[in-house]
């Protein structure tokens, strides 16, 4: 039960930190244009800068090399952050 609440609370603070960058866009056409290209948002870079910040994300990725695009765990995320991009 600890280690599910570990590996919830690691992707929460991951996919609330893409919000909140999301959040300061200046205007939803600026966010929709940066939807239409994925590249334009470093959810990687995101990602990175959680793991040094929080434990529960360094638990939930486990070795910073996991922190990919090829990494399986980071997929649900990264599919649920574009497409509410797309909203």
């Known amino acids: 039960m600890v280690v599910a609440y570990k590996f919830d609370q690691g992707k929460y603070e991951i996919f ?4 909140d960058i999301f959040a300061k866009q200046k205007s939803h056409n ?12 470093d959810f990687i ?15 939930y990725i486990g070795d910073p090399e ?12 990264r599919h649920r952050i574009y497409s509410e991009l797309k909203m």
Do not use: Q
């Open 30 to 41: 600026e966010v929709r244009i940066k939807a239409e290209g994925k590249d334009r948002f």
């Open 16 to 19: 609330n930190a893409c919000h």
């Open 45 to 59: 870079g995101v990602v990175k800068s959680c793991y040094e910040t929080s434990s529960m994300v360094k638990y």
């Open 66 to 77: 996991n922190i990919t695009l090829d990494n399986r765990k980071l997929w649900p995320l």
